[in-house]
């Protein structure tokens, strides 16, 4: 019969396949957050913004999406989610879970703001679509961001996670833990 803290352990093979998802997924959703731009450079919303393009921020971030809760559903299926680490880990992705499925609605509308921008003759009715596409499109990057800052809490977990099994590697391998090492000379004795 294993020890109790041994049954805690994620094993490491798992655990590295997971870390290496995550860091992929942490890395596309900090990418779209980063480089999906609504502005032009000098900070203006463009005359005629591209819905296909508006469009395929959302498609983007919903297949994104997809990949988060599939990698969330997984873990909570599997029987690492009940170890003290893994349900911090499980936290972490339905955090990033969350925050990716509201992404996508974000982008939509800001594909839809565009599209009547594209129609509106009246002044005032131009300003609130592009103040309204504006909000929307940041609101989406934001959740995008705060994806990836989840994928990455719940990769630094599954690390740190790692590191310790390390350490009680080297507590538990024959022989017993590593011996201190001799005192130096000059150093005080007792």
């Known amino acids: 019969m294993k ?3 041994q049954r805690d352990l994620i094993p490491r093979d798992d655990a590295l396949r997971l870390i290496g998802a995550l860091n992929e997924m942490k890395d ?11 502005l032009t450079e000098d900070g203006q919303v463009p005359v005629a913004p591209s819905f296909t393009v508006l469009l395929q921020h959302a498609t983007d971030a919903q297949e994104l999406s997809r990949d988060v809760l599939r990698l969330t559903t997984g873990f909570a299926r599997s029987p690492h989610h009940a170890t003290r680490d893994g349900s911090t880990v499980l936290k972490h992705l339905a955090l990033a879970a969350t925050m ?9 509308e800001t594909a839809e703001h565009a599209l009547a921008l594209l129609r509106a003759t009246n002044p005032a009715d131009r300003h ?8 929307d499109h ?21 690390e740190d996670h790692l590191g310790f099994q390390r350490f009680l590697a080297q507590l538990t391998r024959p022989g017993g833990p590593p011996k201190p090492p001799p005192p130096s000379p000059g150093g005080h004795h007792r």
């Open 138 to 158: 940041a609101t989406g990057r934001a959740y995008l961001r705060r994806t990836s800052e989840s994928l990455r809490d719940a990769g630094k977990e599954l």
């Open 3 to 5: 020890p109790d803290f």
């Open 100 to 108: 990716s499925s509201h992404a996508a609605p974000y982008f939509a």
């Open 128 to 135: 609130y679509l592009t103040n309204n596409m504006v909000h």
């Open 28 to 38: 596309k959703a900090h990418k779209a957050a980063q480089q999906w731009e609504l």
